[in-house]
């Protein structure tokens, strides 16, 4: 299970091996070995296992938990908001601009009838994420 939720967050974030290695030698102490690709291709073919610090690294790199990565539990609660506005939305190998993803937000708010600002609120804080669009 492991090496099938590293993959599947890996590419998620569309990282390649050495990108991954890369952002988790950044968390790593100074006490800590350095992490490679071929490390983390090892780990995602189920060929080596990470010890228990990498997996702590990988949880909060991915924002999940350890039993998470390791399939004790089959799905963590996922912000939709965050999943929107920190990654790259495609559907159907179009890229979502941030206008895609405020109507789309727009529209999932209202199907839950919460005509609430939380959303607005969101949008209001992110600063240059619109490059000065209005909505």
């Given at each position: 299970?492991?090496?099938?939720?590293?993959?599947?967050?890996?590419?998620?974030?569309?990282?390649?091996?050495?990108?991954?290695?890369?952002?988790?030698?950044?968390?790593?102490?100074?006490?800590?070995?350095?992490?490679?690709?071929?490390?983390?291709?090892?780990?995602?073919?189920?060929?080596?296992?990470?010890?228990?610090?990498?997996?702590?690294?990988?949880?909060?790199?991915?924002?999940?938990?350890?039993?998470?990565?390791?399939?004790?539990?089959?799905?963590?609660?996922?912000?939709?908001l965050q999943v929107m506005f920190v990654n790259d939305i495609k559907y159907q190998n179009q890229t979502f601009t941030n206008?895609?993803?405020?109507?789309?937000?727009?529209?999932?708010?209202?199907?839950?009838?919460?005509?609430?600002?939380?959303?607005?609120?969101?949008?209001?804080?992110?600063g240059d994420l619109f490059d000065g669009q209005s909505f």
């Open positions: 299970m492991f090496p099938e939720r590293l993959r599947q967050l890996r590419k998620g974030r569309n990282l390649t091996l050495p990108q991954l290695a890369e952002a988790l030698n950044k968390a790593a102490g100074k006490n800590e070995a350095k992490n490679s690709g071929n490390q983390i291709g090892n780990w995602e073919r189920g060929e080596r296992e990470p010890n228990y610090h990498e997996l702590i690294k990988l949880a909060d790199f991915f924002d999940v938990s350890v039993d998470f990565l390791v399939g004790r539990i089959k799905q963590d609660t996922v912000d939709l206008v895609d993803k405020y109507n789309i937000m727009n529209l999932i708010s209202n199907y839950f009838n919460k005509n609430d600002t939380s959303i607005n609120q969101y949008f209001d804080n992110q």
